[in-house]
């Protein structure tokens, strides 16, 4: 017994000191980190720019896409198209994106009635459209998300061009109404940054690839290097391993937090969120070493500074001996609780999250937990993956 509460002691003191290491982190940030802006500067005023076509593939996004489209066709920049690939869709998506065109000749509809075989519906709808289009640069975003300046297209291409970014993502940033957003997002948005921080992606001598489909702007003649859509046909997270095969071929790959440039609402439900985090996790991380490091590291970070208060009270209060080791378990659990939740309570508004919501934490890491555990039973083979009503079976 005495053993086991000497490691927990051990434990709980890293933990401890993880947590507290996050405040330096998190100064970092605030003091050196950057985060692209409408003020961005253009790279060279006058000149004539470049035409930029964006597309977006939207499967059932009737709540969505008017919002999408609209906003995007707001920006400021002056040469770009627009084009909706409705990929199947069975609700009115067509429709509005087809009443919007007709007010706006800068975007064009492409119906997608057939998905071949071997192939994610997404990457399919966005390999249709790209071969619609001959401009030099690509920018594909999400149904769900929404440009909220003017110049949001515009500061990309001035960034893009000026870090001779191949590709760029913009991260962005998280809209949260709901209670279980809220919980969840901070957690699982968490567990990302463990494997993919922003400096570390943006390091070329680091091996770390990450992007997001919300927003890449990538070079024409780059997306064909890597092998276009088609060479990530059959992946649920095609943004992730496009970006992957970026930084192996030894391109520059470009990933920027955003301040009032983009949002997106990823979820609006416990089960959405489940199902949509479960699904990231599977197509992000893809083995069951990662997938199963990451719930440990989310165990032992999340929950166990609880689960020491708990043991070292109850078997304090119950007489257990050597009693002084019980408290000393129990005041580390206290600290590193405290400490946790006084990082979580910083970190929430940079995703735009309500910072009382870091008081969850411990209810999101179990939502994580569940998460995590679901994308390790579509690792087996012939598990089926649902999404956007399309159904994907693992050979």
């Not at 409705?86 to 009443?99: F, Q, W």
């Not at 289009?133 to 909220?148: E, N, P, V, Y």
């Not at 929430?348 to 870091?358: E, F, L, N």
């Amino acid at each position: 017994m005495t053993a086991l509460t000497i490691i927990l002691i051990v434990l709980t003191s890293g933990v401890l000191a993880v947590w507290t290491s996050r405040h330096w982190m998190i100064n970092r940030q605030h003091k050196h980190g950057f985060v692209l802006a409408e003020d961005y500067p253009e790279s060279n005023p006058g000149n004539p720019p470049p035409r930029i076509s964006v597309f977006v593939a939207a499967k059932d996004e009737a709540e969505n896409i008017e919002q999408c489209v609209r906003s995007m066709l707001d920006q400021d920049y002056p040469n770009f198209e627009m084009i909706v690939a409705n990929d199947r869709s069975t609700d009115a998506t067509a429709a509005i994106a087809e009443r919007i065109a007709a007010e706006d000749d800068r975007l064009r509809l492409i119906n997608i009635e057939h998905l071949p075989d071997g192939w994610c519906g997404k990457n399919n709808a966005m390999q249709t459209a790209i071969a619609t289009t001959g401009s030099d640069w690509l920018c594909m975003i999400d149904a769900d998300c929404r440009q909220t300046s003017k110049r949001t297209l515009s500061v990309a291409f001035a960034y893009a061009e000026q870090t001779g970014a191949d590709l760029l993502s913009i991260l962005p940033n998280l809209q949260m109404h709901t209670f279980w957003e809220n919980v969840a997002q901070p957690v699982c948005s968490g567990i990302m940054m463990i494997w993919f921080h922003p400096d570390k992606v943006n390091d070329p001598a680091k091996p770390h690839a990450y992007a997001n489909g919300a927003f890449m702007l990538m070079k024409r003649s780059v997306y064909e290097q890597i092998g276009t859509h088609e060479a990530v046909r059959d992946k649920v997270n095609e943004d992730m391993h496009m970006a992957a095969r970026i930084k192996s071929a030894g391109l520059n790959l470009r990933v920027v937090r955003n301040d009032g440039l983009s949002t997106v609402r990823m979820y609006t439900s416990l089960r959405e969120t489940l199902r949509g985090w479960s699904r990231i996790f599977y197509g992000t991380f893809g083995t069951l070493k990662r997938l199963g490091v990451s719930l440990m590291v989310l165990i032992v970070m999340g929950l166990l500074p609880y689960a020491a208060v708990i043991i070292g009270l109850a078997a304090a209060s119950a007489g257990a001996e050597p009693a002084g080791l019980f408290l000393a378990l129990a005041l580390l659990g206290i600290a590193a609780a405290a400490m946790q939740i006084s990082i979580i309570w910083r970190f929430c508004p940079i995703i735009g999250a309500k910072s009382q919501m870091a008081l969850t934490y411990p209810l999101g890491c179990v939502v994580g937990i569940v998460a995590l555990v679901s994308a390790m039973t579509k690792l087996r083979r012939g598990a089926q993956i649902t999404w956007r009503n399309t159904a994907y079976k693992k050979e």
